[in-house]
């Protein structure tokens, strides 16, 4: 069979699932995150300076396991990180505070007060820009001296003076210098993509959105700020992650759309049962990822929506989407009760735990795929994944957890 021909057919394969159709066997898609680089002695801080370094990492898992999809993760590089000094991130190197085997980190923060939701709400994008980026980025402290809401000729004209203030324009020079710096990454990830496809595999995901309450409560409110506004600023924080899906969702979209994405990765942090109640789910989370997951369905693409923590009490609210459109992927739930409700209408991927790849027996391994395989493999619609993404299990726990799905896994 020629590279092509394999690459059809585990196309198919995950495809089938997606339809809630009946492949030849359950597909192997697992969320492998810093995976490559760790199994195959490439160090985060090569992999964050330089994409190119991981791409024999790439390669030999491709030849080991012969997955049927490529998940790629988010990996941010060096030269942005340094460009921009971000305060809420750490990262392996020098200048990021970490060991260079180290993952990199986000810190829970917050750069949008109380008093300054109402700014938000009525224009997003200038708070962005002059109040919560100055506070993010060190190198960007300068943008807070920016005005740039006049309409007025004669006025506006007398505020763009203020890019002559060394602090703007050092700022500006920052901006510019990490714009460079990712365009260089992007370059990168496409020879990683190149390397992907000439060996004869196929991206698991080709694009990543954020779910609007997890994107305003990781990167401006902070989640646990966010999480109490759900009580303490109901209308406001509504209104704020309607403006975020506005500006945000469905400019991606188009993006991706243009990329000729197929599947989308659509991460949710906080939609966890305990952080929030079945009532505050419905009413401040759902909506909004309701959207986004319908924007990118119409669009012509696939959400995948790992549903991070427990996600029990959900199961009924989420399964309000067409079927055969949408991918589940579960850290921690039910997976009979998940089978009944959300299988009716959307692929679930199995949620092997990560912690029983990385410290379990090969039989608690085998045990548990083969557990997860007859509840949710019967009638397809069934992809075999990890609970959360992948890094650091050895080469040899990932291989029986591979043989153990192909072994229980046949139709």
């Excluded at 960007?140 to 060394?166: H, M, Q, T, W």
């Excluded at 789910?281 to 990822?289: A, R, T, V």
């Excluded at 589940?328 to 209408?345: S, W």
């Excluded at 957890?401 to 046949?410: D, I, P």
Aim: hydrophobic fraction near 40%; proline fraction near 5%; charge should be negative.
């Amino acid at each position: 069979m020629s590279k092509e021909q394999a690459r059809a057919q585990r196309d198919a394969r995950i495809e089938a699932a997606i339809q809630l159709k009946t492949p030849d066997r359950v597909p192997f898609a697992p969320k492998i995150a810093e995976f490559p680089m760790r199994a195959y002695h490439i160090s985060m801080y090569d992999a964050m300076m330089d994409a190119r370094n991981m791409t024999e990492g790439f390669r030999g898992y491709l030849q080991e396991y012969d997955p049927d999809a490529v998940f790629i993760d988010v990996l941010y590089g060096i030269p942005i990180l340094n460009a921009l000094s971000p305060v809420h991130l750490n990262w392996p190197g020098p200048d990021g505070g970490l060991a260079l085997n180290d993952s990199w980190q986000h810190l829970d923060a917050t750069f949008l007060e109380d008093h300054e939701y109402k700014e938000f709400i009525q224009d997003p994008t200038h708070t962005i820009l002059t109040k919560i980026l100055p506070r993010k980025y060190k190198n960007l402290k300068g943008l807070s001296k920016l005005y740039l809401r006049e309409v007025y000729d004669a006025l506006f004209f007398n505020d763009i003076a203020g890019l002559a203030d060394p602090e703007v324009q050092a700022a500006l020079s920052a901006l510019i210098a990490a714009g460079k710096a990712q365009n260089e990454r992007n370059q990168q990830m496409g020879q990683i993509m190149a390397c992907i496809e000439k060996e004869g595999y196929s991206t698991y995901n080709q694009g990543a959105l954020v779910n609007p309450f997890d994107a305003f409560a990781d990167c401006i409110r902070g989640i646990i700020r966010t999480v109490m506004d759900t009580m303490l600023f109901p209308a406001e924080l509504n209104q704020a992650l309607t403006a975020v899906t506005e500006m945000n969702v469905e400019r991606l979209i188009q993006v991706y759309k243009a990329m000729g994405a197929k599947r989308i990765f659509l991460p949710l942090h906080c939609g966890v049962d305990e952080f929030m109640s079945p009532a505050a789910y419905e009413k401040f989370y759902w909506p909004h990822l309701k959207k986004t997951i319908m924007t990118i369905i119409e669009n012509d693409m696939t959400p995948m929506v790992f549903c991070e923590g427990n996600y029990n009490s959900r199961l009924e609210i989420i399964s309000d989407v067409p079927k055969g459109k949408v991918i589940y992927m579960f850290e921690k739930v039910d997976l009979q009760k998940a089978k009944d409700i959300v299988g009716k209408v959307a692929c679930i991927c199995g949620s092997v735990p990560t912690a029983l790849l990385a410290f379990g027996t090969d039989q608690q391994i085998i045990d548990e795929t083969r557990r997860q395989i007859e509840i949710l493999a019967p009638g397809g619609g069934f992809i075999m994944d990890s609970s959360i993404t992948v890094s650091n299990v050895s080469r040899e726990k990932m291989s029986v957890w591979r043989e153990a799905t192909l072994k229980y896994g046949q139709y």
